[in-house]
């Protein structure tokens, strides 16, 4: 069965800190996509990455940057230089194509709170 | 362009009253899905069609819960009767494509801001 672990609930910085927040995922599947939504206060679901399992390059967009490691099954995001319009909740998912097909397996969410 | 449309934002019923949440997708894309986000469970799928017929209704919790999708514009997730347990936010979402392989950058999963129903 797929699982995605996000252990982070809550995390807090000061702006301009870095923050890394975590994902380990579970799965059986040899094809699978891993996913980052960001979620701010007004509610909806953005997206901000997808990966293939195929894919180990690190990604990287402008202040984001994405970490996969399949041998610690882990697709990890960081914020550097962070900024107060950073604050939301981050979920990790994951896809597998032979199981799952359109759903989206979600983690439990990171709520990051950005200081000024 | 406009994105997935949910309606209503917010609403607030007593516990037994029919709850009506209403989605337009975005223009084009012939898949449609119901997530449904409580504290507890956190994001799960409820349903999604292809075409406007249902595909998966597994996670459906249960009889009182009923999805349609009569046009390639419109869908409703209903519930019927309303329990204080169904309070969470209810995502719609649609995309191109089913599956998660044809996803990229471009091309994805796009989500409503949610309707955030609450059963008192």
């Known amino acids: 069965a797929q699982k995605v672990t996000q252990a982070q609930t809550e995390i807090s910085v000061v702006e301009k800190e870095d923050v890394t927040l975590d994902c380990v995922y579970e799965t059986r599947d040899t094809t699978y996509y891993l996913f980052w939504y960001k979620q701010p206060p007004s509610g909806e679901l953005v997206f901000l990455i997808r990966?293939?399992?195929?894919?180990?390059q690190n990604e990287i967009s402008g202040r984001y940057s994405w970490n996969f490691q399949k041998s610690t099954s882990s697709f990890n995001f960081t914020i550097t230089a962070s900024q107060v319009v950073d604050s939301a909740v981050y979920f990790c998912a994951l896809s597998e194509e032979k199981t799952s097909g359109s759903r989206l397996t979600f983690g439990e969410g990171t709520q990051l709170t950005v200081n000024p | 362009d406009a994105g997935v449309i949910q309606s209503p934002r917010h609403e607030v019923t007593e516990m037994g009253q029919e709850v009506t949440l209403r989605c337009k997708p975005i223009s084009g894309h012939d898949y449609l899905f119901w997530y449904r986000q409580t504290m507890m469970r956190g994001l799960e799928l409820l349903i999604y069609f292809n075409n406007n017929v249902p595909i998966d209704d597994s996670g459906m919790p249960e009889d009182r819960f009923s999805a349609k999708m009569p046009n390639a514009s419109f869908s409703t997730l209903k519930i019927q009767p309303s329990e204080p347990r169904d309070s969470a936010v209810y995502f719609c979402?649609?995309?191109?494509?089913?599956?998660?392989?044809?996803?990229?950058?471009?091309?994805?999963?796009?989500f409503g801001e949610g309707s955030w129903l609450t059963v008192v």
């Open positions: 990966r293939n399992s195929f894919d180990e």
């Open positions: 979402a649609s995309s191109l494509a089913g599956t998660a392989m044809s996803w990229s950058s471009g091309n994805t999963i796009y």
